[in-house]
């Protein structure tokens, strides 16, 4: 069975630029959600995606963006990069109404650098 | 202030130790408490759960909520090197919904 997938592993942009993250949910999972990781920080919520819809949205600009697609996997777009960008982005799949719904599972992330 | 609270170690004890775990936070409104492990550069992995106040046992974890007090503490038994690791405290006001986490504690345990 398997777990949380994110495309790339890593990744190098410049200031300005702008990139396209991929996350696949874990088996039978329907929500996906993003988290912006710092160095040395707790993981920071981005947004949900639930029925190819933002559920949930946390404090972050417009310059991030996302989509889901009818099969769960879903994609997180940054525009008008910026030094302040670089992080581990961390997407998390659960599944929403059962009875463990509490449970979020990450996958290993995608390590984005802005130089 | 930040909504939760989590000394950032490194916490540093030897094998076969107890370690105690701990996170503050503000808002009244967080129901649902977890506790993630995070390997250096990995993915957290979901270590235990726990809604509203309690106690919750796994094995050589155990997990304590007190809403009261806003506290919720993560202990280690008979701790492991393979126990070396970030560990992420994390809640939200209603399954499902959005994870507010601490900073995370570094531990290390040495043989």
């Known amino acids: 069975d398997a777990g949380v997938t994110q495309s790339p592993t890593h990744l190098i942009k410049t200031r300005g630029q702008q990139v396209t993250l991929r996350c696949s949910p874990k088996?039978?999972?329907?929500?996906v959600s993003w988290y912006q990781q710092a160095l040395g920080q707790g993981p920071q919520f981005i947004f949900q995606y639930y029925e190819e819809e933002e559920r949930q949205r946390g404090n972050f600009p417009d310059r991030f963006s996302g989509h889901q697609f009818p099969n769960y996997s879903s994609e997180l777009n940054v525009n008008a990069l910026w030094l302040g960008d670089s992080a581990l982005y961390l997407c998390?799949?659960?599944?929403?109404?059962?009875?463990?719904?509490?449970?979020?599972?990450f996958g290993p992330g995608t390590r984005l650098t802005v130089t | 202030q930040k909504e939760v609270e989590q000394d950032p170690g490194p916490l540093s004890v030897p094998e076969g130790a107890i370690v105690s775990l701990n996170c503050t936070y503000s808002n009244s409104a967080f129901q649902y408490f977890m506790w993630y492990r995070q390997y250096s550069r990995k993915g957290p992995e979901l270590l235990m759960y726990t809604y509203s106040s309690g106690n919750k046992e796994d094995g050589r974890f155990t997990a304590q909520v007190d809403k009261s007090s806003k506290y919720i503490s993560l202990f280690i038994r008979d701790s492991q090197p393979s126990d070396s690791a970030t560990y992420l405290c994390a809640m939200s006001g209603e399954a499902g919904n959005m994870l507010t986490f601490g900073g995370g504690t570094r531990l290390m345990v040495k043989p």
């Open positions: 998390a799949s659960s599944f929403w109404g059962g009875t463990a719904t509490y449970e979020q599972y």
């Open positions: 088996s039978g999972h329907d929500t």
